[in-house]
């Protein structure tokens, strides 16, 4: 290491006050750079050696460029969170998460693999006995796993009545009717046979199609009848009128009148803004709302989403993950159900613009009280290094402090992880070792996963609400003196996965919170009034 | 840009170097989409005539076409440094540091390009209309207003202009004015602003005033036309 100007300087006044050899301040160590926000950690410290099977083929088949998701949530109640990882061509894995970071596969014994070729990864209780369930999208037929509180799960899919083939990508259980039980939207991608798969060439070599060579599909909706199964609302909720290329959604209240909206991303069709106006009827509204075209009116390529109150105006803003030259989409909620496109002004529009986006995350690493950002970035073919200089297949994992109007891109600084390039896809946060610093699992395609660990770095102090599992419409304000934060607790969100659904409040350098409060659907409260910082706490809704 | 593309490539100067045949080769190919064959002939012509900034340019120009922004920036800074006071390779230069989301680089490319333009005494609305365009994308609106006034100083029927300027009321929230700038468009020819384009906007900033018959006369008429692949 270079000796630089202004710690020669320190170094040397530092050597006058104590006396020291001049010998040894020049062969004393530099200050060591701060450690990284995040580090990476390896199969051999956490024992999670599940490698992605993407079931890749010379002929290039849609579905393989699709997958795969990851799931964060306690399916034993054992207050550790443990991680599912879909897989497409091989069994999904199950890991129990043990404690001080380490992992063991657990899939036989839960009886967990999965079916056909998996994609994506959902968590719910949609049962409400208490003990979150795991619902797998696939191409093929979805699983829907009870779990039997008692380490195994169960395939309940049929009896559900959920047991329909199909190119099924994002899944978000969200209470649409408010009647206390998690309903079920159904994303699909596109109308895909791959008896009638057009073949696709550079040159003498196959590449996957671009989706406008297949027609959308309409996605469904189902309504969870309490009694552990589901009917099909899709055509009369209005859902099955629009039928689009569905990779990302998320259940969120963008007009804030208490009923569940949906946001859905497509993929090389306009985004659909599904406004919940009760009775069990959505009106589509993603072109007059601003959130279903590019500023030109050109549909992009919308993978990831996600959904939260970025800039602390009380409104619920949106965000998308498109593909490379296209920008990704931070909508600003204006109110009155419109939206503007904020992506150039924060920052995020040039950060993204080389890059395709799939996984996506508002969350607070820095614990300062807002949402910050993390992506995760691959290009979906994994040839398309052969063809330009420009772009990549892997891509970089990106890193956003939210600054307020700006959202500012992480350097070296977030940690190695984030200096590298990764075939990546889903994304997951969570507190994996229960320290309230928010950690984060990468599912790549095709390749292991990354478990990226918060050490703490430069982060502020925490409060954690533990809801249970299904707090989905409650929303969450919390106190530092008369400064008053609002978080809304939504469903989906990122890419074909699902976060820990727990929730961490920043609290910069307070060392309590002056009070907190969970409003949960339906209006009843919980208050906790100055609670300490660094615990988390087990809330439940007043009888 | 792309009118402006093929301005550039019809008005190109008579090639004068042993290049010749293969440039205007790779111009065919290009005129006929066959981008393989393009890449090849101006290649090769740069190997012949290494020092003419013609052959420089049309293969940086195809890189950029071809969305291969890192071999356009490195050839076209050969072919600025070949040909500096040249305005065309001053622009496509700009065009390709904004696809490489390098906007700071760009816009100063196009500040050079501008200087270059009025000092050969030829203005080009259209490089105003992309700087203009790649501004508003970095949310510099008042900054992308002086680009666009300018266009429509030098060129007050330029349809292109008039639509950046209903998407910069738009912005603003002066919804009528939008109206009025994106209706003034409409009839005018079009070097790339097209109808889908502009009744997209017509149709929400008609929303916005809360017109619903026009909002949705407007949108049947932008869902009319197909979308052009942005891959």
């Not at chain 1, 229960?434 to 050490?455: C, F, K, R, S």
Request: charged share 20%.
């Amino acid at each position: 290491m270079r000796l630089q100007g202004n710690n020669y300087n320190s170094r040397c006044l530092a050597h006058l006050l104590c006396a020291c050899s001049p010998f040894f301040v020049l062969a004393s160590p530099l200050p060591a750079a701060a450690p990284a926000i995040y580090e990476t950690l390896p199969p051999s410290r956490t024992g999670i050696t599940f490698s992605h099977q993407s079931g890749l083929t010379e002929r290039r088949r849609l579905p393989e460029s699709i997958a795969p998701g990851v799931a964060i949530f306690d399916y034993n109640g054992d207050g550790l969170m443990d991680i599912y990882f879909v897989n497409s061509a091989g069994p999904g894995a199950l890991y129990r998460n043990d404690g001080n970071l380490h992992f063991t596969n657990v899939t036989a014994a839960a009886g967990v693999p999965g079916r056909d070729f998996g994609l994506g990864v959902t968590t719910c209780d949609y049962n409400s006995d208490g003990a979150p369930d795991l619902f797998i999208t696939s191409y093929g037929r979805n699983t829907l796993y009870r779990n039997n509180r008692n380490g195994t799960f169960t395939d309940v899919t049929r009896e559900a009545g959920l047991e329909l083939p199909g190119l099924w990508t994002a899944a978000v259980f969200f209470d649409f009717d408010n009647d206390g039980h998690p309903d079920l939207f159904l994303g699909h991608f596109v109308d895909y046979d791959p008896a009638t798969e057009p073949a696709c060439r550079y040159g003498d070599r196959y590449h996957y199609c671009h989706p406008l060579s297949f027609k959308p599909h309409p996605s469904k909706l189902y309504r969870n009848q309490g009694d552990g199964t589901f009917s099909d609302v899709s055509v009369s909720s209005g859902i099955a009128a629009h039928p689009g290329k569905v990779f990302g959604a998320v259940s969120t209240d963008v007009n804030k009148d208490g009923l569940l909206d949906l946001f859905v991303a497509n993929d090389s069709v306009p985004n659909f803004l599904f406004i919940n106006r009760g009775h069990g009827k959505f009106d589509e509204v993603g072109l007059d709302a601003g959130v279903a075209y590019s500023a030109d009116g050109n549909p992009r390529s919308g993978m990831g989403v996600d959904a939260t109150d970025f800039n602390g105006d009380g409104l619920i803003d949106l965000f998308v993950a498109n593909f490379n030259r296209e920008r990704f989409s931070l909508y600003r909620n204006l109110g009155a159900l419109h939206f503007t496109d904020d992506a150039g002004p924060t920052g995020l529009g040039t950060a993204t613009q080389m890059y395709s986006g799939w996984g996506a995350r508002f969350f607070d690493f820095d614990l300062d009280g807002d949402d910050d950002l993390v992506l995760a970035n691959s290009h979906p073919d994994d040839q398309i290094g052969k063809l330009s200089t420009t772009l990549t297949f892997r891509e970089p994992l990106l890193l956003f402090r939210n600054e307020g109007a700006k959202f500012t891109l992480l350097g070296p600084e977030a940690g190695p992880a984030f200096t590298q390039n990764w075939p990546a896809r889903g994304l997951a946060v969570g507190d994996l070792d229960n320290d309230g610093y928010p950690d984060i699992v990468i599912a790549n395609t095709g390749e292991a996963p990354l478990i990226l660990h918060h050490t703490g770095q430069g982060a502020g102090n925490w409060l954690g609400l533990d809801p249970g599992p299904a707090p989905v419409g409650a929303i969450v304000r919390w106190a530092i003196g008369d400064k008053v934060r609002t978080k809304l607790l939504h469903a989906g969100g990122s890419y074909l996965s699902a976060h820990d659904p727990r929730v961490i409040l920043g609290l910069g350098p307070a060392t309590q919170a002056t009070w907190v409060e969970v409003q949960w659907p339906g209006g009843r409260k919980t208050r906790l009034t100055q609670p300490a910082a660094r615990s988390y706490y087990k809330v439940v809704p007043p009888q | 840009m792309i009118p402006l593309v093929v301005a550039l490539l019809l008005f190109q100067p008579p090639p004068v170097d042993s290049a010749e045949t293969l440039t205007r080769q790779g111009r065919q190919a290009m005129a006929r989409n066959d981008f393989d064959a393009a890449r090849t002939s101006f290649t090769q012509a740069v190997l012949k005539a290494p020092a003419s900034p013609q052959a420089r340019f049309l293969l940086g120009f195809f890189h950029y076409v071809d969305n291969d922004f890192v071999q356009a920036e490195t050839t076209l800074r050969k072919a600025r440094e070949l040909a500096p006071q040249d305005p065309r390779t001053a622009l496509f230069l700009a065009l390709t540091l904004d696809g490489l989301a390098r906007p700071a680089e760009a816009a100063a490319a196009f500040e050079v390009t501008l200087q270059l333009e009025a000092k050969a005494k030829r203005p080009n609305p259209e490089t105003h209309i992309a700087y203009a365009r790649m501004l508003f994308a970095e949310g510099r609106l008042p900054d992308a207003q002086q680009q666009v006034s300018r266009a429509l100083t030098l060129n007050p029927r330029s349809r292109e202009a008039h639509y950046e300027q209903a998407r910069l009321r738009f912005e603003a929230g002066n919804f009528p004015a939008a109206i009025a700038e994106a209706t003034q468009a409409l009839p005018l020819p079009s070097e790339g602003t097209t109808d889908r384009q502009l009744h997209f906007l017509l149709s929400r900033a008609f929303g916005r005033l809360g017109n619903t018959a026009k909002a949705d006369e407007h949108r049947r008429a932008f869902e009319a036309i197909p979308a052009g692949v942005v891959r």
